[in-house]
């Protein structure tokens, strides 16, 4: 339906703030909800230069032989042997699943004349290097020196493939070159205890699109760090998502994670009197649920409660398990964190959206963007196989990708945005860009630890 959209007043609107939402849930809502990250990160300007100069993007990759970053699924490599490619700037690694059952990970490079060992993943017994024949095991370690009388530097007890921090969270694999880092527990504090209780060793990947976009990397995954835009961007949305009630959390001393709330099935404080909880959960169900026949709630009923019932009916079919005293809030709302540096996970038991942010062939200007869904099997059946990545051209739109559902509507509205952000501060005469205090923290709170890893290895 159609809104009446006056100009946004100065002043705050009279909302729900998101623990309001919580007090109301007929459930005890998880304690994770109700951690408040309350963190002033101020109001200076963020300087235009860093999207904008290759100078910057110079500086600034250098973070990544020195952070945690999402390499893959576990479900990539299931048997030993199997092996993903990850690419990001200038590097290029190996991701290996061993016979022991561990994951390793590699450079992608031979060390004779450093020809990339592989060029797309799959599964190998060696890794042997097409150009010359050096091969090594998949535990790193050389087998086999072609023309060995002729190497007599080569020590092979060390002419070994330099190995890689690896971790693993919620069925994803992390990497981290640097070489002595942070555990990665410790890096994703606090999602690694927030998660715990939704099954994600019952988890897939089950939907995965991609596109290579026009505009800097920064500037594609902040468009996806506020939901302030919602009001401009996505206006069919305002009937059914509370974007004005959203909550920032940004915790002191954790700088690699923060965390935004929404909640869902009730409407934005801009239209709540121009809808019924009626219009709400028809606006729901037809984004969420396109062949469903239409609801009528019944008097005790709300979009949201009525939304939470349903979602809990699926969530049991998918898990093989009841979850009777699970809250609304976490089966309905959008909760979602922002994993420094190029990674967001949505929370809850799912389907569980993501999204990842690349560097292309190392430019500046242009940036691979990654989304899909999580999904869960039961526990009884075994992982499915992931889902292979849907590679979209510039001119195919997010929702020609049926299995992203409504999502891919709402990301083509996005996307039309970035290109011309990009195009902007290029012939803005205006030094900074300037972030709301609350809305836009976190974008902020992302800058600040940018700036604390490029001011570490500036000269390294």
């Known amino acids: 339906m159609g809104y009446d959209l006056q100009k946004v007043p100065a002043q705050a609107l009279p909302h729900t703030t998101y ?11 998880a304690r994770s909800l109700r951690e408040v990250g309350n963190t002033d990160l101020g109001t200076e300007d963020v300087d235009k230069r860093r999207y904008i100069d290759r100078d910057w993007y110079d500086q600034e990759k250098k ?36 016979d022991d059952g561990g994951i390793k990970a590699y450079p992608n490079a031979c060390l004779h004349r450093g020809r990339k060992l592989r060029l797309e993943s799959g599964h190998v017994e060696k890794f042997r290097c097409p150009f010359h024949g050096f091969t090594w095991n998949l535990d790193g370690e050389i087998a086999h020196v072609p023309c060995e009388w002729d190497f007599p530097q080569v020590q092979k007890d060390e002419f070994h493939l330099p190995e890689i921090h690896v971790g693993t969270f919620a069925g994803w694999v992390f990497i981290n070159p640097d070489p002595d880092p942070m555990s990665l527990e410790q890096f994703l504090d606090p999602i690694w205890r927030h998660y715990e209780p939704y099954a994600w060793d019952q988890s897939y990947l089950g939907v995965h699109a991609g596109k290579v976009l026009r505009g800097n990397w920064k500037i594609i995954q902040e468009a996806f ?150 999904m869960r099997h039961p526990k009884d059946q075994p992982k499915p196989a992931p889902m292979p990545m849907i590679m979209l051209d510039i001119n195919t739109k ?55 890893y490029v001011e570490r290895f500036a000269n390294g």
Not at 401 to 417: H, R, S
Request: glycine letters at 6%; a negative charge.
């Open 225 to 374: 760090m506020e939901a302030f835009h919602s009001l401009d961007t996505h206006p069919q949305i305002l009937g059914s998502v509370d974007d004005f009630g959203c909550q920032y959390d940004v915790w002191e001393g954790k700088p690699h994670v923060n965390r935004m709330m929404a909640a869902f099935a009730v409407p934005s404080s801009y239209v709540v009197d121009q809808v019924s909880e009626q219009d709400v959960l028809d606006e729901w169900m037809g984004r969420k649920w396109d062949d469903a026949e239409k609801i009528i709630l019944q008097d005790h009923e709300t979009a949201r409660t009525k939304t939470a019932d349903l979602k809990r009916e699926q969530t049991e079919a998918q898990l093989g398990y009841k979850v009777p005293e699970l809250s609304d809030a976490e089966l309905v709302d959008g909760w979602y964190y922002v994993v420094f540096p190029n990674f967001m996970l949505w929370g809850g038991f799912g389907p569980n959206m993501w999204y990842r942010f690349r560097p292309w062939n190392d430019s500046h200007e242009e940036t691979l963007m990654e989304v899909g869904y999580i």
């Open 398 to 452: 997010w929702d020609s990708v049926e299995a992203l559902g409504g999502l891919g509507f709402v990301l083509d509205q996005d996307t039309t945005n970035m290109a011309a952000v990009h195009d902007g501060l290029k012939a803005s005469f205006k030094p900074g860009v300037t972030l709301a205090s609350y809305q836009e923290k976190r974008i902020r709170h992302f800058h600040q630890t940018l700036d604390m």
């Open 19 to 29: 623990q309001e939402y919580l007090d109301k849930d007929r459930h005890e809502p």
């Open 63 to 98: 973070i990544w032989d020195h952070v945690w970053q999402v390499a893959c699924r576990e479900e990539h490599i299931p048997e030993a042997g199997d092996f993903h490619v990850y690419d990001i700037g200038t590097r290029s690694y190996l991701v290996v699943r061993q």
